[in-house]
């Protein structure tokens, strides 16, 4: 797998490193899935997931940022099937994902009323505040899905006076959901 190269700029930034590698963890990519990322923005989650898997579907609501998933995807290696279909989801979603990662919390509940409908099995949503974080798992909830919530900070290491301290990036809270959950233990 090559290094993810993101040379072009959506001013919403990608979802960092850190928590793209738990968030396809989390996703449990396979090499057959059809895969949708809804709100695409840079495209960082859909060229890793396009390394990963035979077919990729982007769903992103503003142009300018669809333009910079595609420009971003072409600055990259990967095998998959790509299709950037500009939408405001759930309209444009495929009804045959297997995977999908809701990378913002607008329109999430009709999002996830979509993958129920189309027996989607695995979910994340990524969500970096704390009232849309409490209402996301209450979705989750409701619709029998919520696997699993993780809350997740990172800190980068920088020098200060000689020594290493350390910066934080906000937290980002990792709601995981599946078609067969059993509910938070």
Known sequence: MSRLQLPHDAKAGPT??????????????????????????TGSVTIEAAQRVRRVTAVERKPNRLDVTKKNLAA????????????EAPEGLPEDADAMFI????????????????DVDRIVMNVSRVEPTGAAIEAFRERDLLDEVVQMQVSH???????????????????VGRRDAGGLD
């Open 76 to 87: 990259n290696e990967y095998d998959a099937d790509v299709t950037l279909r500009e939408a």
């Open 16 to 41: 960092k490193p850190e928590v793209r590698a738990v968030t396809l963890d989390k996703l449990g990519l396979r090499p057959t899935d059809h895969f949708v990322d809804v709100g695409s923005c």
């Open 103 to 118: 990378g913002g919390s607008r329109n999430f509940e009709a999002v996830l009323d979509h993958a129920v409908e189309t």
């Open 157 to 175: 290491g920088y020098e200060l006076a000689g020594a290493t301290s350390f910066r934080s990036n906000n937290p980002v809270y990792i709601i």
